[in-house]
């Protein structure tokens, strides 16, 4: 849809953020710290693959009119999607680090 909007000027942010979209072939009981896919069947990896591979030709395609933001815990053994990660939380590294304030504390 973003894409259509793209084309055709229409006013709609030019984001999408996307928390976690492979989570259905990525189950919290085959969450695995560093991301590894080794779990997951080969045919749902491969869907992984195809997932990303679409949000990425997409975006390509309407370059630089549309950003997408990804929080996701797989990690791709791909190289295009490698180069695209910006930060790896991992090890203690977090979006919003333990000793930032909290609203709950004086």
């Known amino acids: 849809m973003h894409q ?6 229409r006013p709609v942010p030019r984001f999408i953020f996307f928390d976690q979209p492979s989570q259905v072939y990525f189950p919290a009981d085959k969450d695995i710290a ?3 896919m080794d779990q997951v069947p080969d045919d749902d990896r491969q869907r992984v693959v195809q997932m990303f591979s679409l ?9 630089p009119s549309l950003q997408v933001i990804i929080v996701e815990h797989a990690d791709l053994n791909e190289q295009w999607y490698r180069e ?8 203690g590294m977090k979006l919003v ?4 304030p909290r609203v709950d504390q004086p």
């Open 55 to 63: 949000i990425f030709q997409a975006v390509e395609q309407v370059e």
């Open 4 to 9: 259509w909007f793209v084309q055709r000027s």
């Open 97 to 100: 680090p333990d000793d930032w």
């Open 84 to 91: 695209a990660i910006v930060e790896r939380w991992r090890g």
């Open 34 to 36: 560093d991301g590894s």
